[in-house]
């Protein structure tokens, strides 16, 4: 059996429930509900139960160097260019947050996955879009530029796994939590 997997921060309720106010205004959104608002770490993908406990115990250790840090949302962007599939929140880059995700690069990497072809850009995915107008994302991220959420503090993350639902959201459940210790 392999299970579809992922490392995120979870947002606190307040912060959360602050992005969900912002979620309108593009036409063809689909919005995230409230639990699958999550920063992502480190996507792994589909695994099997051998490699999930490798990548398990790889976090665990990361858990162990790296301590408690801030982190702020602000701004928003999409990713798509031209033809956008999805709209997000940003955070605020910081050398403990980028330590953290080069951290759980480093668990998959040791559990034998590939490496991220993608660089690490910190964000809250708020919708995936189909045939959105390009004007309507463009004033989501102009009307959104310069938003900045209260900064709140990181103590722990998880491992989640998914499961990909045809006519409803991805169902995400909390598999392991690692609190901060370093």
């Avoid at 990361?62 to 709209?87: H, I, M, T, W, Y």
């Avoid at 605020?92 to 953290?100: D, Q």
């Avoid at 034998?112 to 708020?126: A, C, D, I, M, N």
């Amino acid at each position: 059996m392999s299970l579809r997997l992922f490392a995120a921060l979870d947002l606190p309720d307040d912060v959360a429930e602050r992005v969900l106010t912002l979620m309108k205004g593009v036409a063809g959104a689909k919005w995230r509900p409230r639990e699958n608002l999550h920063l992502t770490l480190r996507f792994f993908g589909d695994v099997p139960e051998p490699v999930a406990d490798d990548i398990d115990a790889a976090l665990g250790e990361a858990a162990e160097v790296n301590g408690p840090f801030e982190l702020q949302l602000k701004g928003a962007g999409s990713f798509g260019g031209a033809d956008p599939r999805a709209l997000w929140i940003g955070a605020r880059e910081s050398a403990e947050l980028t330590k953290l995700a080069k951290d759980c690069e480093r668990a998959a990497r040791r559990a034998g996955l590939k490496p991220e072809s993608q660089k690490f850009k910190p964000h809250v995915t708020v919708a995936y879009l189909h045939n959105a107008p390009l004007d309507r994302v463009q004033s989501f991220e102009q009307r959104l530029a310069l938003f900045e959420a209260r900064p709140f503090l990181v103590e722990r993350f998880g491992l989640y796994s998914s499961q990909v639902r045809k006519s409803a959201p991805s169902l995400y459940r909390l598999e392991a939590e690692y609190p901060l210790h370093g």
